[in-house]
T-cell receptor, first 114, second 114 residues
Framework: NAGVMQNPRHLVRRRGQEARLRCSPM?????VYWYRQLPEEGLKFMVY????????ESGMPKERFSAEFPKEGPSILRIQQVVRGDSAAYFC????????????FGAGTRLSVL | AQKVTQAQTEISVVEKEDVTLDCVYE???????LFWYKQPPSGELVFLIR??????QNEISGRYSWNFQKSTSSFNFTITASQVVDSAVYFC???????????FGTGTKLQVIP
């Protein structure tokens, strides 16, 4: 049973470009979460999604950031017109639909904005 | 509002020493879950333990043990006979109030010196 898969592991973008981060949850998991870890800091919640629905996006910046979890395919975190301050590690987690409160994390995508 | 405090930013110990990582949490909810995650130098997040608010029994898993005390809102983590492979950043985390987003502490960086 594969774990949470994130790709790419490392992503380099120039200011103004778009960044797309992908997350495939564990098999059987229908809940996906995105977190951001700034250098030397803990993880901060961004968004919680279920298939085709955004449940809680209270941690998402109001502009340039969006997330989706389509019926088919991975969840995508999209950052438009990236700026240097977006440089961080972005982690995806998933949990099963049973209400079990354990979130299993992927290895993260490290975004560097030049 | 939920908050997790890990007052120890960095700890260094010599191999085979015991070490305790402190975690203090805040929540107004009576139902909540506490977690510990390990982040080794490779960057991924590894789930270690979950505790719910109704279960104050301490837990031991090999060299790891956890002490949950509601009276002091603490959930401390002890590694016995530390090893170099224990070197990592350890995060304490909280889910409460029926919400699914995890609130993380800022982490404690543990360095085990051979």
């Amino acid at each position: 049973n594969a774990g949470v898969m994130q790709n790419p592991r490392h992503l380099v973008r120039r200011r103004g470009q778009e960044a797309r981060l992908r997350c495939s949850p564990m098999k059987g998991h229908s809940h996906v979460y995105w977190y951001r870890q700034l250098p030397e800091e803990g993880l901060k919640f961004m968004v919680y999604l279920q298939k085709e629905n955004i449940i809680d996006e209270s941690g998402m910046p109001k502009e340039r950031f969006s997330a989706e979890f389509p019926k088919e395919g991975p969840s995508i975190l999209r950052i438009q017109q990236v700026v240097r301050g977006d440089s961080a590690a972005y982690f995806c987690a998933s949990s099963p639909p049973s209400g079990e409160n354990i979130q299993y994390f992927g290895a993260g995508t490290r975004l560097s904005v030049l | 509002a939920q908050k997790v405090t890990q007052a120890q930013t960095e700890i260094s110990v010599v191999e085979k020493e015991d070490v305790t990582l402190d975690c203090v949490y805040e929540t107004r909810d009576t139902t909540y879950y506490l977690f510990w995650y390990k982040q080794p130098p490779s960057g991924e997040l590894v789930f270690l333990i979950r505790r719910n608010s109704f279960d104050e029994q301490n837990e031991i898993s090999g060299r790891y043990s956890w002490n949950f005390q509601k009276s002091t809102s603490s959930f401390n983590f002890t590694i016995t006979a530390s090893q170099v492979v224990d070197s990592a950043v350890y995060f304490c985390a909280l889910i409460s109030g029926g919400y699914q987003k995890v609130t993380f502490g800022t982490g404690t960086k543990l360095q085990v010196i051979p």
